[in-house]
């Protein structure tokens, strides 16, 4: 019987060809995917655009509507109506018009002299600067006093139940009537000058403050108390260690609305009470019938109030970089 021997080195074309994609595959490294990667300050042109896009636009409109050289145009000549219903530059005056008051409103009062001290001193002496920085610092000292004061007795509150019930039928009594209308009692009892101003920015900033500092301790995840307690957590640990880092976005929240409730009661505070200030500035341009410096005035007003809105949030976010990073990882 004629055996038949199988030659292991016989293979057909088919796996010859198997075997050499793999071996050449086996050669090749890997590929990499890659991303790529967009750079924070890439998109900052974008991003700077998109914000400026409506303010321009404003601007443009604004200008186009005050400007008295806009009525001698040869297009609207034709339509007195219309024209009778643009304002007259008195009672809105041009941005560009506006640009200079704000300029004059900055500038030094008075020549500079090398006993007036240095010159970035002198720079800075004029009414916008002086008047910004007396308005600025009634703004921190009152919001210092409400948030002080507001802070400890919303943790209070939110942890004890015993502490609401006492205090918050009062406070919801209070809460709704507004700081402005403690404007006469305020100069009754403080009379005129920085205690009124402070008392009214102290009430605003007191109640946002409050308020969200009762719900950030009263909302806080019933997760993290139940492994907090079965890990041995009692009493101020507890409290100090879970229930105020998880109520401190609510708190720092109810401090950025405070800031700006703040800025609004320093306005009308200066206004009524004191001899200086962005507010007090307002009510004499208005007096004089200077409605290029009362814009001025408005816009100075919402730049710091940028400024410190900005700061605010900086501060936040640093504060909270690791509840970012939490959500961030429980998102993904």
């Not at 920085?133 to 004890?160: N, W």
């Not at 260690?241 to 800031?259: D, E, K, M, Q, S």
Request: glycine residues 8%; contains cysteine.
């Amino acid at each position: 019987m004629n055996s038949v021997t199988a030659n292991p080195s016989a293979q057909t074309p088919a796996t010859t060809d198997a075997t050499a994609v793999a071996a050449s595959n086996a050669q090749q490294p890997p590929a990499v995917a890659t991303a790529r990667v967009s750079l924070p300050w890439q998109n900052a042109p974008a991003k700077l655009a998109q914000s400026l896009a409506v303010p321009l636009l404003m601007l443009l409109l604004w200008q186009f509507i005050s400007d008295p050289r806009v009525k001698e145009w040869p297009l609207l000549k034709h339509h007195p109506a219309l024209i009778a219903r643009l304002p007259s530059a008195q009672i809105l005056p041009p941005p560009t018009q506006v640009l200079r008051k704000w300029i004059e409103y900055s500038e030094p009062t008075q020549p500079y002299s090398a006993e007036q001290g240095s010159y970035v001193r002198w720079l800075f002496s004029g009414e916008l600067w002086d008047d910004a920085f007396a308005s600025l610092q009634r703004v921190v000292v009152g919001f210092i006093i409400g948030a002080g004061l507001a802070l400890p007795l919303g943790l209070f509150m939110g942890a004890s139940d015993t502490v609401y019930r006492f205090f918050n039928p009062l406070l919801q009594v209070l809460r709704p009537i507004p700081p402005i209308a403690y404007i006469p009692l305020s100069i009754l009892w403080f009379g005129l000058g920085n205690k009124p101003a402070w008392f009214l920015i102290s009430l605003g900033a007191f109640f946002p403050v409050l308020v969200n500092t009762i719900s950030g301790v009263r909302n806080v995840d019933g997760i993290f108390l139940r492994a907090a307690r079965n890990l041995g957590a009692r009493g101020f640990t507890l409290f100090w260690r879970v229930i105020l880092p998880a109520a401190t976005p609510y708190i720092l929240t109810g401090a950025r609305v405070g800031i700006g409730v703040a800025f609004i009661c320093v306005i009308v505070a200066e206004m009524v009470a004191t001899n200086n200030g962005l507010g007090w500035r307002i009510t004499e341009a208005r007096e004089f019938f200077w409605s290029d410096k009362i814009i001025a005035g408005m816009i100075s007003i919402g730049l710091l109030g940028l400024g410190l809105d900005t700061l605010m949030d900086r501060l936040n976010s640093y504060l909270l970089r690791w509840h970012r990073g939490a959500d961030a990882g429980a998102n993904n």
